[in-house]
Protein backbone atom coordinates (compact mmCIF):
# COMPACT_ATOMS: atom_id res chain seq x y z
CA UNK A 1 0.00 0.00 0.00
CA UNK A 2 1.74 3.24 -0.77
CA UNK A 3 1.49 5.80 2.20
CA UNK A 4 0.28 9.71 0.83
CA UNK A 5 1.97 12.56 1.66
CA UNK A 6 0.90 16.32 2.40
CA UNK A 7 2.81 18.66 1.15
CA UNK A 8 2.72 22.35 3.21
CA UNK A 9 0.81 24.72 3.16
CA UNK A 10 -2.02 22.32 4.86
CA UNK A 11 -4.95 22.83 6.95
CA UNK A 12 -7.34 21.20 8.51
CA UNK A 13 -10.50 21.79 9.87
CA UNK A 14 -12.31 20.32 12.76
CA UNK A 15 -16.05 21.48 13.54
CA UNK A 16 -17.39 20.63 17.16
CA UNK A 17 -20.55 20.47 18.62
CA UNK A 18 -21.79 22.08 21.75
CA UNK A 19 -20.62 18.52 23.60
CA UNK A 20 -18.43 18.39 27.17
CA UNK A 21 -16.14 15.71 25.36
CA UNK A 22 -15.36 18.22 22.53
CA UNK A 23 -12.28 19.88 23.95
CA UNK A 24 -10.61 16.52 24.55
CA UNK A 25 -11.16 15.04 20.70
CA UNK A 26 -10.09 18.64 19.71
CA UNK A 27 -6.50 18.05 21.97
CA UNK A 28 -6.14 14.44 20.38
CA UNK A 29 -6.39 15.74 16.78
CA UNK A 30 -4.28 18.33 17.43
CA UNK A 31 -1.85 16.62 19.15
CA UNK A 32 -2.26 13.64 15.64
CA UNK A 33 -1.86 16.10 13.64
CA UNK A 34 1.72 17.73 14.63
CA UNK A 35 2.89 14.35 14.94
CA UNK A 36 2.41 13.23 11.58
CA UNK A 37 3.52 16.46 10.06
CA UNK A 38 6.81 16.30 12.12
CA UNK A 39 6.14 18.74 14.59
CA UNK A 40 6.00 17.27 17.79
CA UNK A 41 8.04 19.82 19.50
CA UNK A 42 5.35 21.69 18.96
CA UNK A 43 2.68 19.80 20.72
CA UNK A 44 2.66 20.78 24.44
CA UNK A 45 2.70 24.64 23.51
CA UNK A 46 -0.05 24.05 21.12
CA UNK A 47 -1.95 22.03 22.95
CA UNK A 48 -2.02 24.53 25.96
CA UNK A 49 -2.71 27.45 23.43
CA UNK A 50 -5.45 25.52 22.00
CA UNK A 51 -6.72 23.74 25.29
CA UNK A 52 -7.71 27.59 26.19
CA UNK A 53 -9.57 28.71 23.13
CA UNK A 54 -11.41 25.99 22.66
CA UNK A 55 -12.50 25.53 26.01
CA UNK A 56 -13.74 29.15 25.87
CA UNK A 57 -15.83 28.35 23.32
CA UNK A 58 -17.44 25.50 24.71
CA UNK A 59 -17.96 27.51 28.04
CA UNK A 60 -18.85 31.28 26.39
CA UNK A 61 -20.96 30.23 23.45
CA UNK A 62 -24.08 28.45 22.53
CA UNK A 63 -23.65 26.64 19.26
CA UNK A 64 -21.37 24.58 17.64
CA UNK A 65 -17.50 25.84 17.35
CA UNK A 66 -14.42 24.82 14.94
CA UNK A 67 -10.74 24.13 15.19
CA UNK A 68 -8.32 25.20 12.64
CA UNK A 69 -4.87 24.26 12.15
CA UNK A 70 -2.94 25.27 9.91
CA UNK A 71 0.65 24.95 8.65
CA UNK A 72 2.42 28.56 9.04
CA UNK A 73 6.56 27.65 8.28
CA UNK A 74 9.21 27.47 9.26
CA UNK A 75 8.47 24.86 11.52
CA UNK A 76 4.94 27.18 13.19
CA UNK A 77 1.51 25.99 12.81
CA UNK A 78 -1.59 29.01 13.67
CA UNK A 79 -4.51 27.27 15.65
CA UNK A 80 -7.90 29.53 14.67
CA UNK A 81 -11.14 28.84 17.09
CA UNK A 82 -14.24 30.08 15.90
CA UNK A 83 -17.24 30.36 17.52
CA UNK A 84 -20.58 32.10 17.45
CA UNK A 85 -20.48 34.57 20.68
CA UNK A 86 -19.09 37.61 19.52
CA UNK A 87 -17.36 39.17 22.32
CA UNK A 88 -13.44 39.14 21.82
CA UNK A 89 -11.94 38.90 24.95
CA UNK A 90 -8.24 40.34 26.60
CA UNK A 91 -5.95 39.89 25.33
CA UNK A 92 -7.43 39.72 21.85
CA UNK A 93 -8.66 43.06 22.39
CA UNK A 94 -4.51 44.12 22.80
CA UNK A 95 -5.26 44.22 26.73
CA UNK A 96 -1.97 42.89 28.20
CA UNK A 97 -2.46 43.57 31.76
CA UNK A 98 -2.10 40.79 34.20
CA UNK A 99 -4.70 39.31 35.62
CA UNK A 100 -5.81 40.13 39.65
CA UNK A 101 -4.33 37.47 41.75
CA UNK A 102 -7.90 36.78 42.96
CA UNK A 103 -9.72 36.82 39.64
CA UNK A 104 -11.57 34.07 38.88
CA UNK A 105 -11.53 34.80 35.60
CA UNK A 106 -8.85 35.75 32.97
CA UNK A 107 -6.07 33.35 33.84
CA UNK A 108 -6.57 30.94 30.67
CA UNK A 109 -6.17 33.56 28.05
CA UNK A 110 -3.17 35.75 29.80
CA UNK A 111 -1.71 32.80 28.92
CA UNK A 112 -1.58 33.32 25.01
CA UNK A 113 0.75 36.73 25.92
CA UNK A 114 2.91 34.41 27.40
CA UNK A 115 3.55 31.44 25.26
CA UNK A 116 2.21 32.59 21.95
CA UNK A 117 4.60 33.80 19.48
CA UNK A 118 2.02 36.21 17.58
CA UNK A 119 -2.10 36.41 18.31
CA UNK A 120 -5.08 37.92 17.13
CA UNK A 121 -8.75 38.40 16.80
CA UNK A 122 -11.55 39.07 13.63
CA UNK A 123 -15.27 39.41 14.33
CA UNK A 124 -17.31 37.24 11.50
CA UNK A 125 -19.99 39.16 10.69
CA UNK A 126 -22.00 37.63 7.56
CA UNK A 127 -25.78 37.47 6.64
CA UNK A 128 -26.27 33.85 7.48
CA UNK A 129 -28.29 32.99 10.85
CA UNK A 130 -25.50 31.57 13.11
CA UNK A 131 -22.71 32.56 10.96
CA UNK A 132 -21.58 35.67 13.10
CA UNK A 133 -19.07 35.29 16.14
CA UNK A 134 -15.73 35.64 16.26
CA UNK A 135 -12.29 33.99 15.09
CA UNK A 136 -9.68 33.76 17.66
CA UNK A 137 -6.13 32.59 16.20
CA UNK A 138 -2.44 31.96 17.84
CA UNK A 139 0.59 30.94 16.08
CA UNK A 140 3.40 29.34 18.14
CA UNK A 141 6.34 28.18 16.89
CA UNK A 142 9.67 25.63 17.94
CA UNK A 143 11.75 26.92 20.22
CA UNK A 144 14.49 27.72 18.20
CA UNK A 145 12.32 30.36 16.34
CA UNK A 146 11.53 32.33 19.41
CA UNK A 147 14.05 35.22 19.38
CA UNK A 148 16.72 35.61 22.20
Not at 54 to 65: D, K, M, Q, V, W
Not at 134 to 142: D, F, I, N, P, T
Request: contains cysteine.
Amino acid sequence: MASATVSPPWTYTLQLPQDPRAPGVARATLRNVLRVHGMCELTETAELLASELITNAYLYSSGPYSLRLRDAGRNRVRLSVWDTDPHIPAPFHRSTQTPDELAERGRGLYLVTLYAERWGAHLMQTGLPGQGGKLLWVECAAKTEYAP
